[in-house]
T-cell receptor, first 113, second 112 residues
Framework: EAQVTQNPRYLITVTGKKLTVTCSQN?????MSWYRQDPGLGLRQIYY???????DKGDVPEGYKVSRKEKRNFPLILESPSPNQTSLYFC????????????FGAGSRLTVL | GENVEQHPSTLSVQEGDSAVIKCTYS??????FPWYKQELGKGPQLIID?????GEKKDQRIAVTLNKTAKHFSLHITETQPEDSAVYFC???????????FGSGTRLLVRP
């Protein structure tokens, strides 16, 4: 089944404790992206990657890092989480040719105390 | 850059009634407008999209209309069912960056 898999789905952590949210897709998509979803603000892009070793900032990149060492994986790293990073995070991917259809993961709900 | 506004933020309808969600965009160069549905505990999923060379597109009970002059597009759901209850996001593809810009979302509740 074609899918984007995120882990963990739920996480409660404390301020300053580094964490990584993993994202993996099995569709051989070149493009991958991270979004955060907050009430009343919709989906805001954090970082995206057009291909292996190519990453760019989205609209809200502060406090986050990403890497793209392999085509299928695109982890989101919070080096020193803060309470304002409490949010619902989505990873998504798409083929860069043809349709612009994004396939989303199921989401990771992060709480930073 | 592109800005997308979506209204209403919440919408409650009786089962069988129609629901309409509206979005406006700012970049006249945008030419692709998808709609995503997010069910509880799941990621958004594309339900319908429209490109700027057409004014309307239908798929069974859902339809999208586009008015390029006014820079707005709408999602229409007819004969609503309880399983239509979800959060709906509109989006526009920003021409300069090839990035999807999302609206703030509409929570639709269909009352049985």
């Amino acid at each position: 089944e074609a899918q984007v898999t995120q882990n963990p789905r739920y996480l409660i952590t404390v301020t300053g404790k580094k964490l990584t949210v993993t994202c993996s897709q099995n569709m051989n998509h070149e493009y991958m992206s991270w979004y955060r979803q907050d009430p009343g603000l919709g989906l805001r892009q954090i970082y995206y990657s057009m291909n292996v070793e190519v990453t760019d900032k989205g609209d809200v990149p502060e406090g986050y890092k990403v890497s793209r060492k392999e085509k299928r994986n695109f982890p989101l790293i919070l080096e020193s989480p803060s309470p304002n990073q409490t949010s619902l995070y989505f990873c998504a991917s798409r083929d860069v040719s043809g349709a612009n259809v994004l396939t989303f993961g199921a989401g990771s709900r992060l709480t930073v105390l | 850059g592109e800005n997308v506004e979506q209204h209403p933020s919440t919408l409650s309808v009786q089962e069988g009634d129609s629901a309409v969600i509206k979005c406006t965009y700012s970049d006249s160069a945008s030419n692709y407008f998808p709609w995503y549905k997010q069910e509880l505990g799941k990621g958004p999923q594309l339900i319908i999209d429209i490109r700027s060379n057409v004014g309307e597109k239908k798929d069974q009970r859902i339809a999208v209309t586009l008015n390029k002059t006014a820079k707005h597009f709408s999602l229409h759901i007819t004969e609503t069912q309880p399983e239509d209850s979800a959060v709906y996001f509109c989006a526009a593809l920003e021409d300069s960056s090839y990035k999807l810009i999302f609206g703030s979302g509409t929570r639709l509740l269909v009352r049985p």
